[in-house]
């Protein structure tokens, strides 16, 4: 019996919403075929000040246009752009077009990272997503995707040009068996220097890939945590709540993990802006715990 394809997986949902979900999918594996001749770095800066690549900038033009082409987007909001690009539809899309493109220099992983909301407000509490999703660039192109339904992964068939379901009802293993922390040390504080020598001293292995989406990814398959904490040069944390923390807790939660800032759930933080940013700690929920007890 052949593997359920995605479009199938989703034909429960709004007939939008699936073309939404369709278009993403689409665009993700054709740019992939694309990125061998796109590994330069860009002239421009992103809306954050960050030095864009070309596959960003790229990436994010034809997911924009191709999402506002279906008539069924209201925003789209990418790290990218300075501003929401607005269109007529009804769904709210965040995106990070290209996460870890910093990767792409030395063909590590990196990916995509999308999180949906069902019209409203522009800016909302990553608890009201309705879907969330992110698409790995790796050995294989998969998409790990979380609905009311739970979280399942879809790999890319080459030959037959369609996403079709690998793994369903994913659920973050316990116990965790690693830890991966962004960034560097020392700025943290006394109290974060131990907590990282506490996930050592439980033989925690360390797997840090500088790709949320690469190091979500393996929190999800073998448990423990990722984090990203405030430092001193970054008291507001580093990775942006909309962009990029919201859509990862989404899947995290709906696969029995958590995300925290260390003292509040991820998805309970209104955002005040499209760049707001925050620490984290996402991933195996007694980890997590034991963060926000700092």
Same mark, same amino acid.
């Given at each position: 019996?052949?593997?359920?394809?995605?479009?199938?997986?989703?034909?429960?949902?709004?007939?939008?919403?699936?073309?939404? &979900?369709?278009?993403?999918?689409?665009?993700?594996?054709?740019?992939?075929?694309?990125?061998?001749?796109?590994?330069?770095?860009?002239?421009?800066?992103?809306?954050?000040?960050?030095?864009?690549?070309?596959?960003?900038?790229?990436?994010?033009?034809?997911?924009?246009?191709?999402?506002?082409?279906? !008539?069924?987007?209201?925003?789209?909001?990418?790290?990218?752009?300075?501003?929401?690009?607005?269109?007529?539809?009804?769904?709210?899309?965040?995106?990070?077009?290209?996460?870890?493109?910093?990767?792409?220099?030395?063909?590590?992983?990196?990916?995509?990272? &999308?999180?949906?909301?069902? !019209?409203?407000?522009?800016?909302?509490?990553?608890?009201?997503?309705?879907?969330?999703?992110?698409?790995?660039?790796?050995?294989?192109?998969?998409?790990?995707?979380?609905?009311?339904?739970?979280?399942?992964?879809?790999?890319?068939?080459?030959?037959?040009?369609?996403?079709?379901?690998?793994?369903?009802?994913?659920?973050?293993?316990?116990?965790?068996?690693?830890?991966?922390?962004?960034?560097?040390?020392?700025?943290?504080?006394?109290?974060?220097?131990?907590?990282?020598?506490?996930?050592?001293?439980?033989?925690?292995?360390?797997?840090?890939?500088?790709?949320?989406? !690469?190091?979500?990814?393996?929190?999800?398959?073998?448990?423990?945590?990722?984090?990203?904490?405030?430092?001193?040069?970054?008291?507001? !944390?580093?990775?942006?709540?909309?962009?990029?923390?919201?859509?990862?807790?989404?899947?995290?939660?709906?696969?029995?993990?958590?995300?925290?800032?260390?003292?509040?759930?991820?998805?309970?933080?209104?955002?005040?802006?499209?760049?707001?940013?925050?620490?984290?700690?996402?991933?195996?929920?007694?980890?997590?715990?034991?963060?926000?007890?700092?």
């Amino acid at each position: 019996m052949d593997a359920k394809k995605l479009e199938d997986s989703i034909s429960w949902m709004d007939k939008g919403l699936q073309k939404v &979900i369709m278009t993403i999918a689409k665009v993700s594996a054709e740019l992939r075929f694309d990125f061998p001749s796109k590994r330069g770095a860009a002239e421009t800066k992103n809306a954050y000040g960050e030095v864009q690549q070309d596959l960003d900038v790229w990436a994010d033009a034809i997911l924009t246009k191709e999402l506002l082409k279906t !008539g069924d987007v209201k925003a789209v909001l990418s790290e990218e752009q300075e501003n929401a690009t607005m269109g007529k539809g009804r769904y709210i899309v965040s995106m990070d077009p290209l996460d870890g493109s910093s990767n792409i220099k030395s063909n590590n992983i990196f990916g995509t990272i &999308i999180g949906i909301y069902d !019209g409203g407000e522009i800016l909302q509490p990553g608890k009201n997503l309705k879907v969330a999703f992110y698409v790995v660039y790796g050995p294989l192109t998969s998409i790990v995707m979380a609905t009311e339904k739970g979280v399942a992964e879809y790999v890319y068939d080459d030959k037959k040009k369609k996403y079709f379901l690998a793994k369903d009802n994913i659920m973050i293993p316990v116990p965790g068996k690693l830890y991966a922390p962004g960034g560097q040390n020392d700025g943290w504080s006394p109290q974060m220097n131990a907590f990282e020598q506490s996930l050592f001293d439980q033989k925690l292995k360390l797997r840090y890939g500088g790709a949320f989406v !690469g190091d979500i990814n393996q929190v999800l398959n073998y448990g423990g945590l990722f984090f990203y904490p405030s430092n001193s040069k970054m008291p507001e !944390g580093k990775l942006r709540l909309v962009i990029e923390c919201n859509p990862m807790a989404f899947i995290m939660t709906k696969a029995g993990g958590a995300a925290s800032d260390g003292k509040q759930d991820i998805l309970d933080i209104q955002p005040t802006k499209i760049e707001h940013r925050t620490p984290i700690f996402i991933g195996s929920k007694d980890i997590v715990e034991a963060a926000k007890k700092l």
